[in-house]
């Protein structure tokens, strides 16, 4: 099993400019989220989806969408980069069948840095 | 909402020493309690979890203490090694999360063990 994995590893971008991150998972599960990582700040969850078919606003969720494309997959979109959005993104999945008792499972990350 | 304060933001030990972590919560309807390591360049990786019918949980070297009345957590890592260097993240489910696995995370902690 790959777990989770994320693509891409890297992404410069210009202030303005799109793009998709995109999160997959090989262990069945049915929750799955979207995190970022700033020093000092910890992990601060952006969307999450808790089940195929649902989405739902974390903490953070200005200037970022998201779709549960299927099961396996969940992208974060970036629909206007702003400098504020350089940052280290992680998605995490879980079972789900344990409600808040599951231990969330992270992909390898991508960071981002905005011009 | 929830609301996760760890504290120290860097602690420095001599290998063999012990080292305390700890964090508040401000949501007394939490009742998961996870800690996460992440190594330098790596992704977090749960370690250790605590559920809220339970005082005390260990696991080796590394163990987590409840609080429920004061709504504080801490981990504890006994006899460190370098290997135990790395960024440790306390989590919470926040109120509303039952279904969901959502966590709040704590700022992290740089902990450094010099050999």
């Known amino acids: 099993n790959a777990g989770v994995t994320q693509t891409p590893k890297f992404q410069v971008l210009k202030t303005g400019q799109s793009m998709t991150l995109q999160c997959a998972q090989d262990?069945?599960?049915?929750?799955m989220y979207w995190y970022r990582q700033d020093p000092g700040m910890g992990l601060r969850l952006i969307y999450y989806s808790a089940s195929e078919g649902t989405t739902d606003k974390g903490e953070v969720p200005n200037g970022y969408n998201v779709s549960r494309l299927n099961k396996r997959e969940f992208s974060l979109r970036l629909e206007s980069a702003a400098p504020s959005q350089t940052s280290v993104y992680f998605c995490?999945?879980?079972?789900?069948?344990?409600?808040?008792?599951?231990?969330?499972?992270f992909g390898p990350g991508t960071r981002l840095t905005v011009l | 909402g929830e609301n996760v304060e760890q504290h120290p933001s860097t602690l420095s030990v001599q290998e063999g020493d012990s080292a305390v972590i700890k964090c508040t919560y401000s949501d007394s309807a939490s009742n998961y309690f996870p800690w996460y390591k992440q190594e330098l360049g790596k992704r977090p990786q749960l370690i250790i979890d605590i559920r809220s019918n339970v005082g005390e949980k260990k696991d080796q070297r590394i163990a987590v203490t409840l609080n429920k009345t004061a709504k504080h957590f801490s981990l504890h890592i006994t006899e460190t090694q370098p290997e135990d260097s790395a960024v440790y993240f306390c989590a919470a489910t926040p109120h509303g999360s039952s279904n969901t696995g959502k966590l709040i995370f704590g700022q992290g902690t740089t902990l450094q063990v010099k050999p």
């Open positions: 262990m069945n599960h049915n929750s």
């Open positions: 995490a999945s879980s079972d789900g069948t344990s409600g808040r008792f599951d231990t969330q499972y």
